[in-house]
C-alpha cells in the first residue's frame, strides 16, 4: 500500500478541511496521504471562487495532502485526472449507471453534478511540492438549492456512510497515484478521455464573456481544455476563460 497507516483526522466542524490541510501544511509536516474529513463545514470552497454546500454529516467532505513531487508546471494536471478518474470508477461501481467527468474534475451523473474537487497546490520552484486534494461527494442529501446537483442516494435510493464511501475512495485514489507515481500517464489520459463529458459533441460555452459555438475534442498535457469552434478556429481555454452553458 502506498499510504500505508495513513493519519485520518476526522473533524466534526471546521472551516473548510482544505484550509485546515493548508494550515497543517504550514505549521507541522503531515505525512503523505494524511486524510482530513468533516462533519460541517461553515466555509466549504468550490472551483472559481464559489462555495461548496452539504448537508451536516449527509455526504462525504474530505481533503489528502500528497507530496507529488514528479509533477511539474507541465504536468500538475495529472492530478486532477487521478482522483476524477478515482472517483469515477468508485461511483459507476456503486451505482451502476454512467458517470462522466466535466473538465476539469466535476462529476456528472445523468446531466448532474455528484462530486466536486477542488485541488490547491504548493511551488519549490518549477516542481509541484504540495497538493491538497479537497473532494466533496454528496451521497445521502435529498434536497439541493440548485435543480442541476444530484446525490447517490437520489440516484440509487440507497444510503451511504461517509466513512465507508472514503475507504473505499482511498482505495481507488492509491491504485491511480501509484499509476501517476510510476509513470503510467498514457493509461491515466486515456480513462480520462474515455469518460470526459461532452466530447466531440457541439455546444454552446462561454469564452471571456462571449458566447461561442465550438465542440471539446480534447485536453491538453496541461490541463488546458482543447476546442473547435464553429468559425473553424482552435482554442486551448484555462479554466478562467471558459464556462459550459448545459
Ligand atoms: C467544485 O467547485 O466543484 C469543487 C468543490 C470541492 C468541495 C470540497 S468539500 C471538501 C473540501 N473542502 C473545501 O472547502 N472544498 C473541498
Known amino acids: 500500500m502506498l499510504f500505508k497507516d495513513r493519519a485520518i483526522i476526522n473533524l466534526d466542524v471546521t472551516d473548510s478541511t482544505n484550509q485546515y490541510a493548508s494550515h497543517l501544511l504550514r505549521s507541522a509536516a503531515p505525512p503523505d496521504g494524511t486524510v482530513i474529513t ?27 495532502i500528497v507530496y507529488p513531487i514528479e509533477l511539474n508546471s507541465y504536468n500538475h494536471f495529472y492530478l486532477s485526472k487521478v482522483i476524477a478518474i478515482a472517483l469515477q470508477e468508485l461511483l459507476e461501481e456503486n451505482l451502476d449507471r454512467e458517470v462522466l467527468l466535466k473538465w476539469p474534475n466535476d462529476l456528472i451523473v445523468a446531466h448532474k453534478k455528484i462530486a466536486g474537487v477542488l485541488i490547491e497546490t504548493t511551488w519549490n ?22 435543480a442541476k446537483a444530484t446525490s447517490t442516494r437520489l440516484i440509487s435510493g440507497n444510503y451511504w456512510e461517509p466513512q465507508d464511501c472514503l475507504k473505499a475512495l482511498l482505495i481507488k485514489f492509491e491504485k491511480y497515484y501509484f499509476k501517476l507515481v510510476s509513470g503510467q500517464y498514457n493509461e491515466i489520459t486515456k480513462q480520462y478521455r474515455d469518460h470526459l463529458y461532452r466530447l466531440g459533441q457541439p455546444m ?21 481544455l482543447r476546442l473547435h469552434c464553429g468559425n473553424g478556429e482552435s482554442l486551448s481555454c484555462g479554466l478562467k476563460e471558459i464556462k459550459m452553458v448545459y
Open 125 to 146: 520552484h518549477q516542481r509541484l511540492h504540495s497538493a491538497v486534494i479537497g473532494i466533496g461527494l454528496n451521497l445521502n442529501q435529498l434536497n439541493f438549492n440548485t
Open 204 to 224: 454552446k460555452f462561454e469564452y471571456n464573456g462571449k458566447a461561442i459555438d465550438a465542440m471539446i475534442t480534447g485536453v491538453d498535457e496541461d490541463g488546458k
Open 38 to 64: 468533516a462533519q460541517v463545514q461553515h466555509q466549504g470552497r468550490g472551483q472559481r471562487g464559489t462555495d461548496w454546500e452539504s448537508n451536516p454529516g449527509e455526504n462525504l467532505l474530505c481533503s489528502i
